[in-house]
T-cell receptor, first 111, second 116 residues
Framework: GIQVEQSPPDLILQEGANSTLRCNFS?????LQWFHQNPWGQLINLFY???GTKQNGRLSATTVATERYSLLYISSSQTTDSGVYFC?????????????FGRGTQLTVWP | DTGVSQDPRHKITKRGQNVTFRCDPI?????LYWYRQTLGQGPEFLTY????????KSRLLSDRFSAERPKGSFSTLEIQRTEQGDSAMYLC??????????????FGPGTRLLVL
């Protein structure tokens, strides 16, 4: 299967700071999604971004498919941004349909 | 759009008992997925359906696990003779093949299983 590595594993910020989360993957992908998992376990979709750049409010993401990495930017962080951020990719061929997840980045934002 | 729903949200059972979970996908979605997440890990793929056909099963899905999607709408995941190692969050997701933007998978709130 596809290997997905996320860094850093843990990130502690003060409110208002900016941060960059990275996702590296081991093979070409058809689909890449970023999720935020809240304390109750719900996975919330942030971006569907197999390539290119997208922005949504204080969040933006960039995927460079040829170099097999994606970045999630969080600007002016707020305490409500705390939680685990997951990157997940879908490969092609026999792995089409299944998402492979990284181990996540645990983000804690202090007031 | 009411989102993906799962029932129950929590389940505590004794080792050796059978349990069944239900997932209701977003209404027009034709694909439905099951994942399992243990503490400190990302979700791991178990199986998925397109309409009522089960297209793929992970090696994680032992003989004690069975999933169905009888009419291409809701799905059930049954675990027989539960073991303590089955304790995990079971997540369901759905997507629309050919939809926009791409085949984004949307996740339900999960069923948290504890096997004593």
């Amino acid at each position: 299967g596809i290997q997905v590595e996320q860094s850093p594993p843990d990130l502690i910020l003060q409110e208002g700071a900016n941060s960059t989360l990275r996702c590296n993957f081991s093979d070409s992908v058809n689909n890449l999604q970023w999720f935020h998992q809240n304390p109750w376990g719900q996975l919330i979709n942030l971006f569907y971004i197999p390539s290119g750049t997208k922005q949504n409010g204080r969040l933006s993401a960039t995927t460079v498919a040829t170099e097999r990495y994606s970045l999630l930017y969080i600007s002016s962080s707020q305490t409500t941004d705390s939680g685990v951020y997951f990157c997940a990719v879908e490969g092609g061929g026999s792995t089409l349909g299944r998402l492979y997840f990284g181990r996540g980045t645990q983000l804690t934002v202090w007031p | 759009d009411t989102g993906v729903s799962q029932d129950p949200r929590h389940k505590i059972t004794k080792r050796g008992q059978n349990v069944t979970f239900r997932c209701d996908p977003i209404s027009e979605h034709n694909r439905l997925y099951w994942y399992r997440q243990t503490l400190g890990q990302g979700p791991e793929f178990l199986t998925y359906f397109q309409n009522e056909a089960q297209l793929e099963k992970s090696r994680l899905l032992s003989d004690r696990f069975s999933a169905e999607r009888p009419k291409g709408s809701f799905s059930t995941l049954e675990i027989q003779r539960t073991e303590q190692g089955d304790s995990a969050m079971y997540l369901c997701a759905s997507s629309l093949v050919g939809g926009a933007p791409g085949e984004t998978q949307y996740f339900g709130p999960g069923t948290r299983l504890l096997v004593l």
